[in-house]
Each structure stands twice: as structure tokens, then as C-alpha cells.
């Protein structure tokens, strides 16, 4: 039933996507806005699948082999003016996934400026195939990049409250590669089990930060990721595989989780903002219903019919592109400026200088900021419902954060709200009936905040797709009393706090 449905799905798409791109003349693919290529050479280097020197990671200080016995090589550095590599804490590491031929899983552990005894965090930046180097360098990470590409410290670096983690993965993405193409990940099983057998990894080689909170955090298509982790670990700790892994919470900002209600909230968002006018809205509606009918049929587990909602879905989205102009869809206020509608180019530069590449122990491995082949490996679970695992979670007293910048709209605040609000749970009403609340940053309303018991949802004023990077005292103010349990506390405002005192 669900074949032959999505068989004539995916024809009636292929015919509307034909006729849809007659109309709209390009096609924008949103997150890597390029079109599939042909051109195998560059999508093989693109998946980092022939290292050109494989062995680049193995050797030259790392502080181990990576032999059949040691899976992690880590090594500490300090890419700090003048600051030596042992008083920072910063360490850059391979990991050998296991269940995989070949891959190597690259990540960077920034420890906490403050507190070996703050939680630990796990950050993960969205695409599919977008590198969390983005996150590091122009979000929440300890330094900005300054236009002569030295590093400057951020005062509002995620370090300053967490010791921080940050994963490139799915593998292909950043600095994660393998040689062998069958490592490629296709959906959020994969995904999981490989930041698992990481996390599980980590744990090991850093014994003394496994019994403090744990939380996931990310961006985007991670919205994906981030429920389908956090239920993969939990169910871990309940079968108490391996090392127990403390998780508190999980936090979404600007997602993509449950695609059927997201999909739907583009033309109100649109409509609302301004971007398209009521007779556009109502001609881009008639997309919607087939478009909801393939993802109902994509459900959780779908394939063909999941390839065809994204084919028809993504018309909504790319009707709303071509009426906008040239906007900025992760920031309605800007224009796009580049392939990822940002200027993202010195952190290939910097990434890119061999003094650099020889302290991150990376060798001639190439990094590849977002990546076509990921995307598109992952393109099957673009529609999948991944907010159906999340109801489990929160009655197990795992906390979940979703926070959206309200200038986003690819994944606007709109659609995160509803999806949280029809959310089936037991405090289901309670959280839909709770007041809306001001988020209070240095004495000024920073976001509007609603919560009950584990579940938060707060609107960040002010900010695209990318909070920490448009708002980073507000965003690291969120982490802060998020991981404390003080966000809800209407009155909390440090800084307050900390003159009163
Ligand atoms: C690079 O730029 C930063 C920030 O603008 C500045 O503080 C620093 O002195 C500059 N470094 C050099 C070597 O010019």
C-alpha cells in the first residue's frame, strides 16, 4: 500500500516538479542551496572520501595510535596568542567509528573557562553536512575569527558556563571522512548510533566529566539529529549499555522536528512577516495538502514516499523564495549574500592555514563546510517525524529547550511553536495553557518564554536562524539558567542579580 501510494506520489511530484520548475525557473534546495552535481570528482573529495594522506591523522603528536585497540587520538592545542597549550584546555580529536568500514569522526572539546564540574555539552550544527566548525567560529564557540584571521576571544562562548563539545557528522561533514563510501549515513539510525559509540568513546578517555549533567544542543536540520541522539542514549542508559551517560536535557534552536506542521506554518510566517501577499498565500497553499498527504505517508519510517514530499514540499518553500527576492531566508531583515546566504569564508581560510592544520592534527584531510553528498544521502529523512520519540523522553523528566530567533524562516519561530503546542504528553495542557512570560537579559526583554515542567519553548527577539550568533549574551543567558533550572524564573536576571550582590 505504502509502495504503490508513493509510486504515484513520486510520479505526480516528478510531473509537478517539472511543471513547478517551468514556473519558478530555478530550483533552491534550502540549507545548501546548489544543485545536485554531476561532476563525481568533486563530490568524492567533497565527501572526504580519499584523504590524500590517510594516515595524516595518526601520527605527529597525537596523543595515542589509532590501532585496533585505542579508537580516540586527541590531541591539546592552542590556537590562543600566546596563551600555551596546556593552561587552555582545548583539544582536538579522531575518533574510529566502530560500525562503520572506515570512518573517522572529527571533533573539538573546548574544556569549560570556569569549571571542570560544569556540565558537559554536546553541540551539533544542522545541513544535513553543515560542519559545528560553523557553530565554533561564528556562534557559541570560545573564539570569533577577526577579518585578519587571527582568533578573538567570545565573551559569550559557550565555555564560559559548559565544557563543550563539538562534532563533525554526519561522516563526510568538516573534518569527518572515510575511504569508503559505504560509510555514508542515510537516516537518524545511523546518525545516533554513531554519536553513541562517540559519546560512549569520549567518556572513557575523559572518565572525570562522565558524572557530570550532560545535555545536546544544536541547530536546524539537528532538530533531527538532537531527538533521535537523545532518545538513542537514553535508551542506553536504561539498558545500561557501556558507561552511564548522565543526560539532563536536550535544546533545539531554529529545527526542523516535525516537518508535516513546519511545512504548513511557511505561509502564515510568510503572510505574517510581509514577505508575500494574501493572493500568493492563498495560490501556495493549494501545494499544501499533497504535500501533507506524502508526509503523512513518509511517517517515521518511509522511503520513496519521503523523496516525494521533499520534492513537493519543498515548492512551498521555494515559491516564498521566488516572490522574497534575493532574502536572506535564515534572516528575513538581511539579504543572501554567498552559497549559505552568509560570508562564512574566513573560517575556510583560517581552517585552511597549515600552522592551523598542524595543531588540529587534521593532516592534508579537507574540510568541507557543508556538504552536497551528506545532504543528499540524507535526503530520504528530510520529511520523517521526529518528534514522535520526544513525548518518552520528557515523561522520563528529560528536559527539552526549543528556542527559535523569531527572524528565521526556514525554520521559523511559527511552526516550532505549534509543533511544541500539539506535542502529545502529560502536561500537554498545562504547557498550552501556561502564561507567556518576558526572557530578561541585562534589564531588557531579550525573548518571550513559555514553559511547563520539562518543556520549554522561548522566542528569541531580535535574531535569525542562527541565535548565538545574532544574540550571544541572551543565548549564552539561555544556557546558563537552562542547565541551572532557572529559566523560568521570571525575575532571574543575573546581571541584576549581580549588582544587588
Ligand atoms: C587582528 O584583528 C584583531 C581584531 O580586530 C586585532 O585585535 C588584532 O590586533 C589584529 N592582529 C594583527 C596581527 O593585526
Not at 189 to 212: C, I, M, R, T, W
Not at 218 to 224: C, F, I, N, P
Not at 375 to 388: C, H
Request: glycine share 8%; aromatic share 12%; with cysteine.
Amino acid at each position: 500500500m505504502e509502495k504503490t501510494l508513493s509510486f504515484l506520489l513520486l510520479l505526480f511530484s516528478t510531473l509537478f516538479l517539472i511543471s513547478s520548475a517551468l514556473e519558478l525557473g530555478d530550483l533552491r534546495v534550502p540549507w545548501a542551496p546548489r544543485s545536485p552535481s554531476s561532476d563525481a570528482e568533486r563530490l568524492i573529495r567533497a565527501l572526504n572520501l580519499v584523504p590524500r594522506d590517510p594516515s595524516a591523522d595518526l601520527t605527529g603528536g597525537a596523543s595515542g595510535v589509532l590501532d585496533g585497540e585505542r579508537r580516540i587520538v586527541e590531541r591539546s592545542f592552542s590556537l590562543a596568542d600566546g596563551v600555551p597549550v596546556d593552561e587552555l584546555g582545548h583539544r582536538a580529536g579522531y575518533y574510529r567509528l566502530p560500525s562503520t568500514y572506515d570512518a573517522r569522526m572529527f571533533y573539538f572539546f573546548f574544556e569549560s573557562r570556569h569549571s571542570k564540574e560544569d556540565p558537559v555539552v554536546v553541540w551539533l550544527t544542522g545541513g544535513p553536512g553543515c560542519s559545528s566548525e560553523l557553530a565554533v567560529f561564528y556562534e557559541n564557540g570560545p573564539f570569533n575569527i577577526a577579518n585578519n584571521l587571527s582568533l578573538v576571544w567570545n565573551d559569550f562562548g559557550w565555555d564560559q558556563a559548559s565544557n563543550l563539545i563539538y562534532v563533525d557528522q554526519p561522516t563526510g561533514t568538516g573534518f569527518s571522512y572515510s575511504s569508503d563510501k559505504r560509510d555514508i549515513r542515510h537516516n537518524e539510525d545511523g546518525v545516533s548510533n554513531d554519536l553513541y559509540d562517540f559519546l560512549q568513546a569520549f567518556f572513557a578517555e575523559h572518565p572525570e566529566y562522565a558524572k557530570n549533567d550532560f545535555y545536546i544542543t544544536g541547530e536546524s536540520y539537528a532538530g533531527h539529529y538532537i531527538p533521535a541522539f537523545a532518545s538513542r542514549v537514553h535508551k542506553g542508559n536504561k539498558a545500561k549499555e557501556g558507561i552511564h551517560i548522565n543526560l539532563k536535557g536536550f535544546a533545539i534552536g531554529n529545527g526542523l522536528t516535525d516537518p508535516e506542521i513546519q511545512y504548513k506554518a511557511y505561509t502564515d510566517y510568510a503572510l505574517d512577516m510581509g514577505i508575500i501577499k494574501e493572493a500568493d498565500y492563498k495560490r501556495i497553499n493549494k501545494i499544501y495538502p499533497v504535500c501533507e498527504l506524502a508526509i503523512k505517508l513518509c511517517g517515521t519510517t518511509g522511503s520513496v514516499s519521503c523523496l516525494a514530499s521533499y520534492a513537493i514540499c519543498t515548492t512551498i518553500f521555494n515559491s516564498i523564495i521566488k516572490i522574497a527576492g534575493n532574502i536572506n531566508y535564515y534572516d528575513i531583515r538581511k539579504q543572501c549574500e554567498g552559497s549559505l546566504c552568509y560570508d562564512f569564508s574566513n573560517m575556510e581560510k583560517f581552517l585552511n592555514q597549515k600552522p592551523v592544520r598542524d595543531s588540529l592534527g587534521v593532516g592534508d584531510v579537507q574540510f568541507v563546510s557543508c556538504s552536497p553528498t551528506v545532504y543528499q544521502a540524507m535526503l530520504t529523512d528530510w520529511m520523517r517525524n521526529l518528534e514522535v520519540g520526544i513525548p518518552a523522553l520528557l515523561e522520563d523528566g528529560i528536559k527539552m529547550l526549543i528556542y527559535a530567533g523569531e527572524y528565521d524562516l526556514i525554520c521559523n519561530w511559527l511552526g516550532n511553536s505549534r509543533w511544541v503546542q500539539s506535542m502529545e504528553w502529560s502536561g500537554q495542557k498545562d504547557f498550552v495553557s501556561s502564561p507567556e512570560v518576558p526572557f530578561v537579559v541585562d534589564g531588557a526583554e531579550a525573548g518571550v518564554l513559555k514553559s511547563h515542567g520539562p518543556l520549554s519553548f522561548l522566542k528569541v527577539y531580535d535574531a535569525g536562524h542562527m541565535v548565538p550568533m545574532d544574540q550571544p549574551k541572551a543565548a549564552l543567558e539561555m544556557l546558563k539558567r537552562w542547565t541551572q533550572g532557572t529559566l523560568a524564573d521570571v525575575s532571574y536576571d543575573t546581571e541584576n542579580l549581580d549588582a544587588v550582590m
